[in-house]
């Protein structure tokens, strides 16, 4: 099942001359895998998946798991108002990478 959609994915972008086709199979024991586009100049493209977490009192919950390249970014105030519903509260802090500072997470910081 997996070499026949790698097959239909490269006859597709053969036939319409493109390097671009959604979902493109990177990885044929883990078709799941999609290349994320980090602009690193070591490394430009990573694999794997994307994961926000929480942590509570030494425990760590998962708040999103993803396989796709998204802006995670737009996760952190999903991730807030999650925390708030399991501990009734926000959170004391957040740390997160530069992307998750924005204006409308600033904003909704404050």
């Known amino acids: 099942m997996v070499i026949s959609e790698l ?7 053969y036939d319409k001359r493109s390097k671009h086709i959604d979902d493109r199979i990177v990885s044929i ?6 290349p994320i586009a980090r602009g690193k100049t070591k490394a430009g493209t990573e694999f794997g998946a994307k994961v926000s977490v929480s942590w ?3 425990y760590s919950l998962m708040d999103n798991l993803g396989w796709d390249n998204y802006n995670e970014g737009t996760t952190l105030q999903e991730s807030a108002e999650r925390y708030k519903s ?3 509260h926000y959170p ?7 992307i998750y ?10």
């Open 29 to 34: 024991s883990q078709p799941h895998v999609r």
């Open 56 to 58: 509570m009192n030494g």
């Open 7 to 13: 097959c239909r994915q490269q006859r597709d972008m």
């Open 92 to 98: 004391e802090a957040i740390l997160a990478d530069q």
């Open 86 to 88: 399991r501990f009734g």
């Open 101 to 110: 500072r924005n204006r409308e997470n600033r904003q909704y910081c404050k």
